[in-house]
């Protein structure tokens, strides 16, 4: 067992710095803080144990994992809110993993035929469409492939894409707003616009910022788990674009080839393309892309604890928390290490969602608005968990009219900085900045919006059904890093999607017990408020999402 640790820092300043998954005591803090930061210790401990396997969606490790969520929500007195009167809200779903070694790509050049180098030069994600798919097809060029007629901007003008695989690069142009940023970088908006502009396959091209952000390495690495799909009522993967055979990414060094005969050079793309202005055109080559992979049925739960609302008029109306419960399992070893534990990513997202919700709970006067607690499932596989209870909250869940998410709440030093994504684009900025200054914390602006994290995590699928949502985080504090403390950018950049990511980090005590009370009062002030949050007019989500939520009641 490890023992808090004190540090001293600067002229006599303590800070108490434990291991994440400590459940110590730690001194300075009163008895009710401790309590709560040594259940936060507890719960990490639990979740990110090795024998939990990295609960990968569908795996065992998962279910026990839902179960420890189960009997904390049954001993708060939550109600059951899921299947047949249960906890669990079973999500039916389709696996696919690429059979090593079985991806091939060619190109066919003057005649010539050029074979590409699987990981070196490029790698292919797991396909749904079938289990053995090749495509050959001319190679077209097309930026971004983004259609933003919003923006004036369309990467399919003027080039001829029907029958052709598109060759673009991730994300969208950096000059858009952030939030159609976000919205166009997204894989399934760029799918959309691929199919409609009838290509049949895809090669993505990461751009140097990305691979700054995500290196090459760890791309091959994340290659190796498997992809998941929902499927429908009939058994068929839900998001699937059965149009695209293929779909690989090059890395730096497969790209040149690709641009051999293309009437402008790779590096003249590229900085085109971070003005904004890329170019797009046939790139005189053809190319074979051949995959090989397997499919598996299988179901993994979210699990729903649901806080009835105290007050006949509003409780049919619902604030929903979610913090995803699943991790990556089991991949690929670094150094000697192969489960990928997932205590900040995302056993303290569940853990800080616990405290939440025992603070609502042990509340003697409960909200006015229904609350519902969602530990949710697959959401490493593209968010399919929270997609899925979006799509079928119970109906004693009411209608959400805002979510609550929690994921990756980096707590590694001391801080007071945090970054509320998401509060831009409706009337939850009013709950927020209340909550903040009640408390005395400075709430920054996202530091980075060219990362588009607002729409990488589970709050984007209550975005997509038109609700309201905000994702707490915490800004990191720059400067150097201190010994004994873990900033944000540092787990990022260590730890992040790594076996690494263990209850042995370092969490800090007082700001964790902070974060949750923080979360507790904007969910208390939101389950209270007498008119339930709505989309600021003219917002770039309410106007595409939110028409929908209105019509749905
Ligand atoms: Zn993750």
Known sequence: MVRARLWRVGLGMLLLIEPLGSSWAAEGLNAADERVNRAIGAHVAFLADDLLEGRAAGSAGHELAARYVVSEFARLGLRPGGDGGGWLQTVPLMESQLVPDSARMELHVD???????????????????????????????????????????????????????????????????????????????????????????????PTPKDLEETP??????????????????????????????????????????????????????????????PPRFPLGIEATIHTHSEHRRLVSPNVIGILP?????????????TAHLDHMGRGPAVDGDTIYNGAYDNAIGVALMLEVARALAEDGRGPRRTVVFAAVTAEEKGLRGSEFLARHLPASAGRPVANINLDMVLLG???????????????????????????????????????????????????????PAIFPKVADAGGDPVVGQLSPDQFLKEHYHRPSDEATLPRDAESSVRFARFVTLIARRVADAGEAPRWNPGDFFGETFGKAAGSRQ
């Open 216 to 277: 090459w390495a760890r791309r091959i690495m994340q290659s190796r788990f498997p992809a998941m799909r929902t499927t429908d009522a009939a058994g068929n993967p839900e998001e699937v674009y059965p149009e695209l055979k293929a779909s690989v990414s090059l890395s730096p060094q497969g790209v040149g080839k690709l641009f051999a005969k293309a009437p402008q050079p790779v590096t003249e793309v590229l900085s085109a393309a971070a003005r904004s202005e």
């Open 111 to 205: 005649g010539r035929t050029e074979v590409l180098e699987y990981n070196l030069e490029f790698l292919s994600g797991p396909q749904f469409t079938g289990t053995n798919l090749t495509v050959t097809a001319p190679l077209v060029f097309v930026g971004y492939g983004v259609r933003a007629p919003e923006l004036g901007y369309d990467d399919f003008a003027g080039v001829d894409v029907r029958g052709k695989i598109a060759v673009m690069l991730a994300k969208a142009p950096p000059r858009f707003p952030a939030t159609a940023l976000a919205h166009h970088a997204n894989a399934r908006q760029k799918s959309r616009a691929l199919v409609e502009a009838g290509a049949v396959g895809v090669i993505g091209i």
């Open 413 to 467: 030093a001391p801080t007071r900085r945090y970054t509320v994504l998401g509060v831009e684009h409706s009337t939850l900025r009013g709950p927020v900045e209340f909550a903040a200054k009640r408390m005395g914390l400075e709430l920054v602006p996202d530091p980075r919006p060219d990362r588009v994290v607002f729409v990488r995590s589970d709050q984007y699928s209550f975005v997509r059904q038109g609700v």
């Open 309 to 321: 609302g105290r007050d006949p008029r509003l409780a049919g109306e619902s604030v929903v928390l």
